[in-house]
């Protein structure tokens, strides 16, 4: 066991440490937290005037940290978002282009939204944010069906010296999905070593929406290839999309962005 991951109640595994310090996230002072807040939110706004000068759509998601969805399940202290977060929504959330993800999620979805021994959402917290997501860009959120659950490998077992665990999830099984997937077409790939810099660029024949996108995100993106990330939602749906999956650190104002342009 690292020490990266710690058992919570209930059965969740959550992470604890590592390169986010998480645990020191929801430690910070309040002036840490402005301080940090400020340059967080300058670069949103530059961001968002770049972009409307240019006629493209822009929409700045914020996805929580697991122990940040679910913090009566941490076993740490931990609160519904950290003080940076807050800051930064305090600031931001009443803008259509800004999606704090935490609030997407009532009491019950928020038990979903997270598969027990995971670090990562499940399909049908993807679909909630995608979803969500779609709706704030001026389009209409897609119904999708879900079969009976599945015995998936935990995304956080590696940190327990060679135990393994699994969830039980559910996975989508609309059957429009297939269509969409068969007109995806990978047009461009970059696979450095570990998982920052990599980039991926589907075109999308049956897409529904005739808009592409461009994203800069972190893990809950991913690679395109399960619905537990967004970019297998967002691939399917759009004509053309491009992922460059990027560090989001505490003190990084590179947090995850989606914006679309006809």
């Known amino acids: 066991m690292d020490k990266i991951v710690v058992f919570g109640f209930d059965g969740h595994l959550f992470v604890y440490s590592g390169a ?46 697991k122990s940040s969805l679910l913090p009566a399940k941490a076993p740490f202290p931990a609160f519904a978002g950290t003080p940076l977060q807050r800051a930064i929504t305090a600031s931001q959330g009443h ?3 800004y999606l704090d993800a935490r609030d997407v999620f009532d009491d019950e979805e928020a038990l979903s939204a997270f598969p027990k021994a995971n670090g990562h959402l499940s399909p049908s917290g993807n679909l909630k944010i995608f979803q969500v997501a779609l709706e704030r860009l001026g389009f209409g959120a897609p119904i999708i069906e879900f ?14 010296s060679g135990m393994v665990f ?32 990599q980039q991926r660029t589907w075109s999308n ?13 972190n893990s809950f993106f991913e690679r395109g290839g399960s619905p537990t990330g967004l970019s297998w939602w967002f691939g399917r749906w759009f004509v053309l999309i491009q992922i460059s999956l990027k560090s989001i650190s505490r003190t990084s104002s590179s947090v995850s962005r989606l914006s679309g342009s006809s």
């Not at 530059?46 to 929580?64: D, E, G, K, S, V």
Request: aromatic fraction near 8%.
């Open 95 to 97: 803008r259509m282009d």
């Open 205 to 217: 024949a049956n897409a529904p929406i005739k808009k592409r996108v461009l994203a800069f995100g």
């Open 20 to 65: 986010n310090d998480i645990c020191a996230q929801y430690l910070m002072d309040e002036e840490e937290a402005q301080r940090l807040a400020a340059q967080w939110i300058s670069k949103i706004e530059a961001r968002r005037a770049f972009l409307q000068a240019r006629n493209i759509q822009f929409l700045q998601i914020m996805i929580p940290e």
């Open 166 to 197: 699994y969830n039980r999830v559910s996975q989508p099984t609309s059957p429009e999905l297939w269509h969409y997937q068969d007109g995806m077409r990978l047009l461009h790939c970059v696979d450095p070593d570990g998982h920052l810099g």
């Open 147 to 160: 079969g009976p659950a599945q015995i998936m490998r935990s995304d956080l077992g590696d940190h327990f």
